[in-house]
């Protein structure tokens, strides 16, 4: 089984460059199912239900999402009728919306996508280690193959999180800091792992921002209205190759491209 993972959407720009790349982006490497992250793509804050079937109808078969997917309070009653725009699992119960989704491929039988977020410099929610446990657990009931997009800031979470995973998830794919790492390997357990992604959006910016306006606040420590630059524009992704009969990845290819 092929998974293509798309990082973080960011805006108008990013969801172009979606528009204009997933095509040979299918291509080339033939993904049984494609992921996207997907909390930015509302003008680089939050996600709308007419951007969501936007970028659905574009070909993507799974959005998550992570700390910004609540700022569209509008997404609510979106979130609690469709389940393959996924949010974090670890936020307590009785907010809308579903941590995880079992999608059937065409080709390649079953597969699962879990979404959660790190603790480290972001909100006290549940235990995210525990959680990714109790999760697979069920979600291992009907498929071994398990992706997991851990939406996090601190580098030692997102590693800590996949050595814990190792040979029990088939990926796990950081998001949230929207710079692409090289550190993309499988695990000795089986497990594929990237640090970050990385983002789709505009290649002049400061993860995502107008460079000027991220610069003032760094200078004044001040709130400051954030845009998203016009210009060129870049896609960050992985492709992750997966047995479907035992979970276990086999490899993970980085993918960059320019616009």
Not at 35 to 42: K, M, W
Not at 55 to 83: C, M, R
Not at 104 to 128: H, I, Q
Not at 186 to 196: H, Q, S
Request: net charge negative.
């Amino acid at each position: 089984m092929k998974i293509l993972f798309i990082g973080d959407i960011i805006g108008e720009p990013g969801r172009k460059m979606v528009r204009a790349q997933l095509r040979g982006l299918r291509d080339t490497h033939r993904p049984d199912l494609v992921i996207a992250n997907g909390e930015n793509s509302a003008g680089g804050f939050g996600i709308t239900a007419e951007i969501a079937d936007e970028l659905f109808f574009l070909g993507i078969d799974v959005l998550t999402s992570g700390n910004h997917v609540w700022d569209k309070k509008e997404i609510e009653p979106y979130l609690a009728k469709q389940d393959r725009l996924i949010r974090p699992a670890n936020y307590p119960e009785g907010n809308s919306g579903y941590g995880s989704v079992i999608i059937s491929t065409e080709n390649a039988g079953k597969a699962a996508v879990l979404n959660l977020e790190g603790r480290v410099f972001m909100s006290n929610l549940e235990d995210p280690f525990r959680v990714a446990e109790q999760e697979i657990e069920k979600l291992k009931k009907e498929t071994p193959v398990v992706i997991i997009d851990f939406h996090a800031e601190a580098t030692s979470e997102k590693i800590a999180l996949a050595w814990h995973l190792d040979g029990k998830a088939s990926a796990v794919i950081g998001t949230h800091t929207h710079v692409q790492t090289a550190d993309e390997r499988v695990l000795p357990g089986g497990t594929a792992f990237i640090t970050d992604a990385g983002m789709t959006g505009p290649t002049d910016s400061v993860i995502g921002v107008k460079k000027e306006q991220a610069i003032k606040r760094f200078l004044t420590q001040t709130p400051h209205r954030f845009e998203i630059p016009k210009g060129p524009v870049h896609l960050c992704a992985v492709v992750i190759d997966i047995d479907g009969k035992t979970g276990k990845a086999n490899f993970i290819e980085r993918i960059h491209i320019k616009s």
